[in-house]
């Protein structure tokens, strides 16, 4: 019984990773244009399809799971199919990058339906746990009384009441062991993502933060958890990030933006930063996580490249500079198209 709840609960949290996963590398996509890191999820669409029939098979035998199961697959086929879309009209140029990152995002209210669903099923699968826990051990102690009160019999009964015990303790440790190898697995896709992930809690302190952020700042994994962004920035730098953090946690939405970094080491870096909440079993923002694509390369290119093209057309940068245009982004495959999209603020460092 313990070993059947602990299966549900990491094929849950399985389906929850690949989906925030294939999400990070959606984005990512959009920034870098990197069809490498697209290739594993090339199938996901029928990864997810068979997962998802695995979790029904794994609650067949309680109708309340099943029917939260069966409100769970449209979600989950509606955010892969978003991300996917996005990703096929990146590839035919269809639709630029900052588009294709709106679109992933507007997916969030699909995500919050997700997590609707899937932690009001891990709470039942902890409950009949435990309800099943309390049936058994109480089983077992009438069992070991009327062992006692058997007189001749009494220390064979008592044997063999230990034996179910043991037998209970393994299993319980099994379950234990297998589920501290999903939390490894978890952390494996972590440490080899392609960005920096970031969970805090409300008062922004680093609960969790992978191999990725840890190297780029320069400290191990274990040295950065209970620090702030204060102890590890420049204090104006901090304040901003602190800012956008507190900004995630009031207005409970995702958020998207460019950060400008100086690491410890004084290297100015660029990242497209997403932030968005983690709730609570009541909904409530109980953390904050955040994840980071470095596009310092990519835009030093898309500045040299712009320049190029502003020279061939006799423009200076003061005179590209002073047009009413806010913001322009040159996209990884708009190249070769007159309308070029770059941030102007990159021109003036």
């Not at 925030?20 to 990512?28: D, I, L, M």
């Amino acid at each position: 019984m313990v070993e059947h709840t602990q299966e549900v609960e990491a094929k849950i949290t399985n389906i929850l990773a690949q989906i925030t996963q294939y999400e990070a590398v959606g984005r990512s996509f959009a920034v870098t244009g990197n069809e490498a890191a697209l290739a594993p999820y090339e199938n996901m669409k029928d990864e997810m399809d068979q997962q998802m029939a695995d979790l029904r098979s794994l609650v067949s035998d309680n109708p309340e799971q099943i029917k939260r199961c069966d409100e769970l697959k449209p979600l989950v086929e509606r955010k892969i199919s978003i991300i996917s879309d996005a990703v096929k009209r990146m590839r035919s140029k269809s639709l630029t990058a900052m588009d294709a990152i709106r679109a992933v995002d507007q997916s969030l209210q699909t995500v919050n339906g997700i997590i609707e669903i899937t932690d009001p099923m891990i709470q039942a699968e902890n409950a009949l746990l435990t309800k099943r826990r309390l049936e058994s051990e109480n089983k077992t102690n009438l069992s070991i009384f009327a062992a006692l009160c058997t007189g001749s019999l009494g220390i064979l009964s008592l044997a063999l009441a230990g034996i179910v015990i043991l037998r209970q303790l393994n299993a319980r440790a099994a379950a234990e062991a297998k589920t501290a190898r999903v939390r490894e697995d978890l952390e494996a896709i972590l440490d080899n993502a392609p960005m920096s992930v970031v969970l805090k809690d409300t008062d922004g302190r680093y609960l969790l933060v992978n191999r990725s952020y840890a190297e780029t700042m320069g400290m191990s994994k274990h040295e950065l958890l209970g620090r702030t962004v204060m102890d590890l920035f420049p204090e104006n730098e901090a304040r901003e990030v602190h800012a956008r953090d507190m900004q995630v946690a009031s207005e409970n939405r995702l958020i998207a933006a460019e950060q400008h970094t100086t690491l410890r080491n004084g290297v100015r870096k660029v990242y497209l930063s997403m932030r968005f909440p983690v709730h609570d079993e009541n909904g409530n923002v109980s953390q904050l996580c955040s994840i980071g694509v470095d596009i310092t390369e990519r835009q030093q290119i898309n500045k040299c490249r712009l320049c190029n093209i502003l020279r061939e057309k006799g423009i200076s940068i003061q005179q590209a500079q002073s047009r009413s245009v806010n913001h322009i982004y040159m996209a990884p495959h708009d190249f070769s198209k007159s309308a070029f999209i770059v941030y102007f603020d990159v021109l003036s460092e």
